[in-house]
């Protein structure tokens, strides 16, 4: 049985005060709970006054990047063992924002994902097909590509070292998410890749779906056998939506 997983990733927003200030309503709201589990993926500037809150409740704290080497000559990058040193135990990986924007290539997430699950941490790899690519019915080839990429080489610990997060591009901060069925389509393909390329537990690995969750489309959203949580952006940034998307989250299934 795979254990829902409601991952908030606040991207480029909140400068240390706000930070503190959604990770506080946020704890006091559902820090206690355990019936999925909850992660923040605040910027790095304010992984610590985060980390100050959540540390004694049931939050994990993420990252939004990493680095694949360990120490070094690296201007401006941050290695695993930094991030598992400012508390974080979990870290996004191939965002398509990172790929589009920072030109982020599958080579760069592989060593990525790779370097994280040895230190430790467990990547939240992200893939996801754009709107031209859906409409052209290129989505499973994209996805399998990224996957199959992404993964060369990667050895697990367990079907616990590393979450995939389905987030079609078409669908992230437009108000348009993908239908259930849309999505689970894709997450029955994710999981069946996964599958093959880690022997016989992509059963037991967690796929999310991110893309305009929002707490008005959440039971919907997870109603599919193969969506284990979720992705969530903007609806993150306010501790009353993220908290209704994670109570929402432990009424289903
Ligand atoms: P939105 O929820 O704002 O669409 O963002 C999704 C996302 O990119 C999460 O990583």
């Given at each position: 049985?795979?254990?829902?997983?409601?991952?908030?990733?606040?991207?480029?927003?909140?400068?240390?005060?706000?930070?503190?200030?959604?990770?506080?309503?946020?704890?006091?709201?559902?820090?206690?709970?355990?019936?999925?589990?909850?992660v923040v993926a605040p910027p790095y500037t304010?992984?610590?006054?985060?980390?100050?809150?959540?540390?004694?409740?049931?939050?994990?704290?993420?990252?939004?990047?990493?680095?694949?080497?360990?120490?070094?000559?690296?201007?401006?990058?941050?290695?695993?063992?930094?991030?598992?040193?400012?508390?974080?135990?979990?870290?996004?990986?191939?965002?398509?924002?990172?790929?589009?924007?920072?030109?982020?290539?599958?080579?760069?997430?592989?060593?990525?994902?790779?370097?994280?699950?040895?230190?430790?941490?467990?990547?939240?790899?992200?893939?996801?097909?754009?709107?031209?690519?859906?409409?052209?019915?290129?989505?499973?080839?994209?996805?399998?590509?990224?996957?199959?990429?992404?993964?060369?080489?990667?050895?697990?610990?367990?079907?616990?070292?590393?979450?995939?997060?389905?987030?079609?591009?078409?669908?992230?901060?437009?108000?348009?998410?993908?239908?259930?069925?849309?999505?689970?389509?894709?997450?029955?393909?994710?999981?069946?890749?996964?599958?093959?390329?880690?022997?016989?537990?992509?059963?037991?690995?967690?796929?999310?779906?991110?893309?305009?969750?929002?707490?008005?489309?959440?039971?919907?959203?997870?109603?599919?056998?193969?969506?284990?949580?979720?992705?969530?952006?903007?609806?993150?940034?306010?501790?009353?939506?993220?908290?209704?998307?994670?109570?929402?989250?432990?009424?289903?299934?």
């Amino acid at each position: 049985m795979r254990k829902r997983l409601i991952v908030g990733n606040w991207k480029m927003n909140m400068l240390r005060k706000e930070a503190y200030e959604l990770a506080r309503g946020i704890a006091e709201l559902v820090g206690d709970v355990s019936y999925v589990d909850i992660v923040v993926a605040p910027p790095y500037t304010s992984l610590d006054v985060v980390y100050g809150v959540i540390s004694n409740t049931n939050i994990g704290l993420c990252a939004q990047n990493v680095f694949w080497e360990e120490a070094g000559a690296f201007t401006g990058e941050i290695s695993p063992y930094m991030l598992i040193d400012a508390g974080c135990k979990w870290v996004i990986v191939g965002h398509s924002e990172r790929r589009a924007v920072l030109g982020e290539t599958d080579e760069m997430v592989k060593r990525k994902v790779a370097a994280s699950i040895k230190a430790g941490l467990i990547p939240i790899l992200c893939v996801g097909e754009t709107l031209e690519q859906r409409e052209s019915g290129k989505t499973m080839e994209v996805v399998r590509g990224q996957l199959e990429r992404g993964l060369d080489g990667v050895e697990l610990f367990s079907s616990d070292s590393i979450v995939i997060a389905y987030e079609p591009v078409w669908a992230i901060g437009t108000g348009r998410s993908a239908t259930p069925y849309e999505a689970e389509e894709v997450h029955l393909f994710i999981r069946n890749v996964l599958d093959r390329v880690f022997e016989g537990i992509g059963d037991k690995i967690r796929v999310l779906y991110g893309g305009s969750v929002t707490p008005e489309n959440i039971e919907d959203i997870l109603s599919p056998p193969n969506i284990d949580g979720v992705l969530v952006g903007g609806a993150s940034l306010k501790a009353e939506s993220f908290a209704r998307i994670v109570r929402l989250a432990g009424r289903i299934g």
